[in-house]
Antibody
Framework: EVHLVESGGDLVQPGRSLRLSCAAS????????IHWVRQAPGKGLEWVSG????????GYAGSVKGRFTISRDNAKNSLYLQMNSLRSEDTALYYC?????????????????WGQGTLVTVSS | DIQMTQSPSSLSASAGDRVTITCQAS??????LNWYQQKPGKAPKLLIY???KLETGVPSRFSGSGSGTDFTLTINSLQAEDIATYYC?????????FGQGTRLEIK
């Protein structure tokens, strides 16, 4: 059974940094692209970033480009999101989502499994 | 970026009704369109991929159609358990983008 477990969410002040992690199990992690999707309180879904199976393709939403960095460690079945220069508008529940795209380097993906999310609150 | 516009934003229907939610893309996305269901306090769940393909385990009362810029999610014979917010998502281009959501309530 596929499991995605996010961690690292916290209350942080504007301008500070935070690193999120996603631990994956139940599938061959290095066969698939993985993504971060966020949801601000009471709002809709927003794709944040994605990374292909071998880190050969990486993409970001315009709202986080230059501030957030996605990475993965296939040996540890883990995904990460380094978030710098955090803003109040980054406050959201951050989901890790498995893609269905495999050996290609495409990030054009379907999200077939999701974690339960980790909450990031940016406030002074 | 490709804009995805869903309508209606909210919808109230009775059990047993047929419900239709539409999603319009700002440009041709072929059939690169997915639908997700999100129940309160839960993570989203994939319902339909590639515009019309039913994800394994999803009840057959859910169906999807459309191509190009206009897409539809249909729920036949609405059940109380279908109370949720529904999102479309395009994967023709990065950044991947979602519709704003359609909140479905039972009368």
């Amino acid at each position: 059974e596929v499991h995605l477990v996010e961690s690292g969410g916290d209350l942080v002040q504007p301008g500070r940094s935070l690193r999120l992690s996603c631990a994956a199990s139940g599938f061959t992690f290095d066969d698939y692209a993985i993504h971060w999707v966020r949801q601000a309180p009471g709002k809709g879904l927003e794709w944040v970033s994605g990374i292909s199976w071998n880190s050969g393709s990486i993409g970001y939403a315009g709202s986080v480009k230059g501030r957030f960095t996605i990475s993965r460690d296939n040996a540890k079945n883990s995904l990460y999101l380094q978030m710098n220069s955090l803003r109040s508008e980054d406050t959201a529940l951050y989901y890790c989502a498995k893609g269905t795209s495999g050996s290609g380097n495409s990030l054009r993906d379907v999200f077939d499994y999701w974690g339960q999310g980790t909450l990031v609150t940016v406030s002074s | 970026d490709i804009q995805m516009t869903q309508s209606p934003s909210s919808l109230s229907a009775s059990a047993g009704d047929r419900v239709t939610i539409t999603c319009q893309a700002s440009q041709d996305i072929n059939n690169y369109l997915n639908w997700y269901q999100q129940k309160p306090g839960k993570a989203p769940k994939l319902l339909i991929y590639d515009a019309s393909k039913l994800e394994t385990g999803v009840p057959s009362r859910f169906s999807g159609s459309g191509s190009g810029t206009d897409f539809t999610l249909t729920i036949n014979s609405l059940q109380a358990e279908d109370i949720a917010t529904y999102y479309c998502q395009q994967f023709d281009n990065v950044p991947l983008t979602f519709g704003q959501g359609t909140r479905l309530e039972i009368k």
